[in-house]
């Protein structure tokens, strides 16, 4: 389809096209120094129905734009009817905008999306916006001077102006806190944290092998689906997702920045995962595991001194017992083993009031901003 100013938008229809499109960011942000690739093997399973799910239940196109035969911009469209259903709604989602600092680029295509949305009787659209709230949300605004971690949108900051050019305002923001690694715990903080570690109902479980920590991941998906289901764009796992996730992040997760609270019934009611930063490293191996990329990562992630705070949850009839300080403590005090000096929360709804409230209360301060826009459509 050609559009003004020599703009063509095609659709992505086959495997070699695919490929450009995973790929384009690469070569769209080759001078912007602190964009980081994809893990590409994840990447390519994303856009596989095989292996994601989601596709199957959602109606999905992505689109690449030319200007002068050049690919310069792409896109992709999403209706999650499952989650419309559930939730009453006729609304779309552009999620993966990626292009060159053009106006006329960027509207050949939202615009192509928002024409496709309509067609398919949509009333609203939103994005930047994935399958689910598991997939990188929203459009970073501020923060920029850091690099981004992993599973968190990756932009340049022209990219809001083309977006708010469109008519796009905001739906949420999502934020991100940077804390710091103390040398030591506080004496307070200690005298609350033994305190807690004394309730005989409550049992605090740390891991020193993947192969002790297995056994609970499942648990601790079926947790999220209970807890999270409340927050916006959630979409709970089925128990095949579960399984698929677990064998997609074993392999990188560090069982020392793993812990969960069982209680006298030896049922996991909380938990929290971190992960020590490896975005220098996924630069580095140009987002490919093989064949040697692997390595760049694993030694990026032993030579941070930052760790990332990825997901947490509390059961709801144990919230308000000081369990988040229980792990929180436990995540800060294997961080000081370790040498780390700062923890980034990762992405955290700015209406998720109490999830706020515990990275305020130890001194998190917002470094990052993720924004989730929103349009009406005619």
Request: proline content about 5%; charged content about 25%.
């Amino acid at each position: 389809m050609m559009l003004a100013d020599e703009i063509e938008i095609r659709i992505v229809a086959d495997k070699k096209a695919l490929k450009e499109y995973i790929y384009l960011p690469q070569k769209i942000y080759a001078s912007y120094q602190n964009w980081v690739p994809p893990i590409y093997m994840d990447e390519f399973k994303f856009h596989d129905p095989k292996h994601n799910k989601s596709i199957l239940f959602t109606d999905t196109i992505r689109l690449i734009a030319y200007k002068n035969k050049q690919a310069v911009g792409r896109i992709m469209g999403i209706i999650h009817k499952k989650y419309n259903e559930q939730h009453d709604e006729q609304t779309a989602r552009f999620f993966q905008l990626d292009c060159i600092d053009d106006l006329t680029v960027s509207h050949a295509l939202i615009q192509y999306i928002e024409n496709w949305a309509i067609e398919k009787g949509m009333n609203k659209l939103i994005g930047p916006f994935g399958y689910s709230d598991k997939d990188p949300e929203g459009l970073q605004i501020e923060g920029f001077e850091y690099l981004p971690i992993i599973a968190t949108p990756t932009n340049p900051p022209y990219l809001q102006h083309l977006v708010e050019a469109e008519g796009f305002s905001k739906k949420v923001d999502c934020v991100s806190y940077k804390i710091e690694v103390p040398e030591k715990l506080s004496s307070v903080h200690e005298k609350i944290f033994q305190r807690i570690c004394q309730n005989k109902k409550l049992q605090l479980i740390e891991f020193s092998s993947k192969k002790q920590l297995k056994p609970y991941i499942i648990p601790v998906f079926r947790l999220i689906n209970e807890t999270y289901a409340h927050l916006f764009g959630f979409v709970p796992m089925t128990e095949d997702e579960m399984q698929r996730m677990a064998v997609q992040y074993m392999p990188v997760l560090d069982p020392a920045f793993v812990k969960v609270v069982m209680n006298e019934n030896n049922e996991l009611i909380a938990f929290v995962i971190a992960m020590p930063d490896m975005s220098i490293g996924i630069q580095k191996a140009k987002g490919k595991l093989f064949p040697f990329g692997f390595i760049h990562i694993l030694s990026a992630a032993k030579k941070t001194r930052q760790l990332n705070l990825l997901l947490g949850a509390v059961k709801e009839k144990y919230r308000g017992l000081g369990i988040d300080v229980l792990m929180g403590q436990a995540v800060i005090q294997s961080a000081i083993k370790r040498k780390f000096n700062v923890m980034d929360s990762h992405l955290v709804l700015e209406t998720n009031k109490p999830m706020c409230a515990v990275y305020e209360n130890i001194n998190g301060v917002i470094y990052k901003r993720y924004r989730v826009y929103q349009k009406d459509l005619k």
